[in-house]
């Protein structure tokens, strides 16, 4: 009869064990997520889906795919308002959206970080053969700089207004490729590119139709690197065909940007897969190989990191400043 009775309970807790089990796993939120890039061509589109990819193979709970964008102030207000779960932009746009200035009109204070991806080069391009010589010629010319919104527009806005030439140009609202195309026409004098260096679209371009990238004088450049999220760059020559001397240049650090409201354990282990296989993310973004030193991640963050960003970076022994810290 005890024997019996045993077996009966054994039983029970052995049903009672598979149910939960099985309530456990049926529990298990998944998160499905269409993340917002740049235009297909730019640099932000293979960097995200780098990081999707790796998220799939490594995690059990997420599951994103990258999707074309916008760029980096429509990235930053649909990851502060929630509409996205994480993305990228520029350091500039970070600061400027949790604050609501410049081409925010509100604030947007739940960004949060969670590491830096590559540099991207500030590039005002013109043909070879153009008569635009220098920076102060772009003065009354056609400049394609960006969709609205994009972080080439804001980029574009920064470098003519240090410049002061952002009232004497004939702002052409168009980002890539259609700013090639208008280019190669002649139907605007220059575009402007935030973007890796070389970035090989326009590389391909320069080969049927020769480019250069203008200096941009050392007054605007230093003047640009006072605010904080500029540093001082160089197109080296040959960067493109037609691009024969050195041209200097600004450029930003590229942040990923995440929901504060994501969870924590989710942020931990997204930072943790990301930056753990990165080798992965770097085959399907392969320039993020010359751009990203794992040692530097947090250097250019211009906003408090996530909760589960800042665990896992502590944990693994980085120096986190103050003003980092959630």
């Known amino acids: 009869m005890k024997s019996r009775k045993f077996y009966l309970v054994l039983i029970s807790l052995l049903v009672l064990s598979l149910l939960l089990t099985s309530f456990s796993v049926y529990a298990q939120q998944i998160y499905k997520w269409k993340i917002p890039t740049g235009s297909a061509t730019g640099t932000y589109y293979p960097a995200i889906s780098g990081i999707c990819m ?10 994103a795919t990258a999707s074309v964008g916008g760029g980096g102030a429509s990235n930053a207000r649909k990851v502060g308002t929630g509409e996205a779960a994480f993305s990228l932009t520029t350091s500039n746009i970070a600061y400027y959206a ?5 081409m925010f009109t509100e604030s947007y204070p739940d960004i949060r970080a ?17 008569n635009i010589k220098n920076f102060a010629d772009l003065k009354g010319k056609k400049v394609a700089i960006g969709e609205p ?5 804001v980029a574009a806005e920064d470098v003519l207004k240090a410049a002061g030439l952002f009232d004497l140009v004939i702002k052409v609202q168009v980002g890539d490729p259609q700013n090639m195309d208008l280019l190669k026409l002649g139907q605007v004098d220059a575009i402007i590119h935030h973007t890796s260096s070389p ?23 230093d003047q640009l690197v006072d605010l904080g999220y500029f540093a001082a760059g160089v197109i080296k020559a040959g960067t493109y065909e037609g691009h024969d001397q050195d041209a200097n240049v600004v450029v930003l650090p590229v942040l990923l940007i995440v929901n504060a409201d994501i969870p924590e354990e989710i942020v931990y282990e997204m930072t943790q897969v990301t930056w753990t296989h990165f080798d992965e993310v770097m085959e399907v973004a392969p320039y993020l ?11 250019g963050i211009s906003i408090p990191l996530h909760p589960g960003a ?17």
């Open 114 to 130: 969670w590491g830096t991806l590559h540099k991207l080069y500030v590039d005002f391009l013109v043909k070879t053969d153009s």
């Open 54 to 63: 790796t998220l799939g193979l490594y995690t059990d709970d997420i599951y």
């Open 199 to 221: 970035n090989p679209n326009f590389y391909a371009f320069s080969t049927t139709t020769p480019i250069r990238a203008l200096d941009i004088p050392q007054d605007v450049i």
């Open 289 to 299: 190989k010359k751009d990203v030193d794992l040692k530097n991640i947090l250097r």
């Open 149 to 153: 919104g994009s972080g080439d527009a």
């Open 310 to 326: 800042y665990q896992y970076f502590k944990e693994e022994g980085y120096e986190i400043p103050d003003r980092l810290k959630p």
């Open 98 to 102: 949790t604050r609501g200035e410049k």
